[in-house]
């Protein structure tokens, strides 16, 4: 399985951005894909999951401003982030997974999201 991730930037705090992942691959036993991120000199941290059904979980600091959804045709899974926070500044990670939460097997490369203030 790959993972591409795409659709980083900068953004001014306030704002919003959208973050895409698109899946390929032997993906047919996928059903976690979601986003992690990594702020400098932080741990990685889980940001949001959807399963192939469609169900969703969040972050408790991004509930409420990033939405999760996911294109089963397109094998590519969106993330929109609005109200965008200074403490949003990290790498985020698609990652991929059997299961709908962790752990998450594949690990796509990072995509920078950077919000000034």
């Known amino acids: 399985v790959q993972l591409q991730a795409s659709g980083g930037g900068l953004v001014q705090a306030g704002g919003s951005l959208g973050l895409s992942c698109v899946a390929s691959?032997?993906?047919?036993?996928?059903?976690?894909i979601g986003w992690y991120r990594q702020a400098p000199g932080k741990q990685r941290e889980f940001v949001a999951v959807?399963?192939?059904?469609?169900?969703?979980e969040y972050a408790d600091p991004v509930k409420g401003r990033f939405t999760i959804s996911r294109d089963n045709v397109k094998n590519t899974v969106y993330l929109q982030m609005n109200s965008l926070k200074t403490e949003d500044t990290a790498v985020y990670y698609c990652v991929a997974g059997f299961r709908f939460r962790p752990p998450y097997h594949y690990w796509g490369q990072g995509t920078q999201v950077t919000v000034s203030s």
């Open positions: 959807v399963s192939s059904g469609g169900a969703t």
């Open positions: 691959g032997n993906i047919n036993s996928i059903n976690g």
